[in-house]
């Protein structure tokens, strides 16, 4: 069910990175339900096909699924012309593709830090990059042309082994803050999305990967349960609509009040 006009992006086109599994397949089915063209990409074809399949039944909608790495930057170009060539431009882009193991500093390798800084925060500019010249072509038709990061709270506090993850979505944050500056006055605006505890993802799989952990967890969320992609999807439809034309440059928090509770020096307990 949704409160949004399941019209309000018919004719416009999306490309959403990581769009094959969780978070961001949520996103694009709910892109589409709306009228949108999707584009989904990642590394894995199967995935996407799937993805694809399942999204496109849903919806009666083709989606186009093409693989490739954010880290590579003509993969990311091919990626932006196929999906130009079959929709005809591009309007929105969704950045969700990331990496994420859960580790302390003393045991993460250089590669480690080095592949997600690469995956989530390069990866970011190279799908920004790379739509930019499409996103402008959107804005200069007035088509509401726009960017959403996803991106995560953990940065706003010190969380034990999630320094990669930190540091890339931190640095993601910034780039989109520059990102709303330097292209607000051309007509696209830039916004993040910041999951906080989401269930059924593979993001909370590997943190919190037991019964015991995820019932620890739920206790420090002040609505006391894990968001769903659904609300996730919802938070990205907003920013994504004419409902939110003149909100740029903002981090949109759907936690929960997660990240602001802290049980303080007494243990407090929610
Ligand atoms: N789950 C949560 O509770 C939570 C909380 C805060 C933030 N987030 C953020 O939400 C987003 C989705 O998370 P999720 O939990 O739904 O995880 P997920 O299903 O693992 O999604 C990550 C996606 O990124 C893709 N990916 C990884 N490396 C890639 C690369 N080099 N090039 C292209 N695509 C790549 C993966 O597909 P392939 O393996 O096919 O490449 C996968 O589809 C992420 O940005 C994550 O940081 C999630």
């Keep these: 069910m949704s409160i949004f006009r399941d019209d309000i992006l018919a004719g416009k086109t999306a490309l959403i990175t990581g769009g094959g599994t969780g978070i961001c397949k949520g996103i694009a089915l709910r892109f589409a339900a709306h009228g949108a063209n999707v584009a ?70 250089y590669n480690g830090f080095r592949t997600v800084v690469d995956i989530d925060l390069q990866g970011t500019f190279n799908v920004s990059k790379a739509c930019f010249p499409h996103l402008l072509a959107a804005a200069e038709k007035h088509r509401n042309a726009n960017v959403i990061c996803i991106s995560a709270t953990l940065q706003y506090t010190g969380i034990p082994f999630q320094s990669h993850v930190s540091a890339a979505k931190a640095g993601i944050d910034a780039f989109m803050r520059t990102m709303a500056t330097e292209w607000g006055p051309m007509g696209i605006r830039a ?80």
């Design 40 to 109: 989904i990409t990642s590394r894995k074809q199967q995935n996407l096909d799937t993805a694809a399949d399942e999204i496109g039944f849903a919806t009666n909608k083709k989606i186009l699924a093409i693989a490739a790495d954010v880290r590579k930057p003509e993969e990311v170009e091919n990626v932006v012309a196929k999906t130009v060539e079959t929709f005809g431009g591009i309007d929105i882009l969704v950045s969700g593709a990331a990496g994420n193991f859960p580790v302390p500093i003393s045991q993460l390798s």
């Design 191 to 270: 916004n993040c999305v910041a999951p906080g505890p989401i269930g059924d993802t593979e993001g909370m799989r590997r943190l919190a990967p037991t019964p015991e952990l995820t019932e620890r967890a739920m206790k420090h969320v002040p609505l006391k349960r894990f968001g769903t992609i659904e609300e996730i999807a919802d938070a990205c439809l907003f920013l994504v609509s004419d409902a939110a034309r003149y909100t740029t440059g903002t981090i949109h928090v759907v936690d929960g009040g997660q990240w602001l509770f802290s049980p303080g020096v007494g243990g407090f307990e929610l």
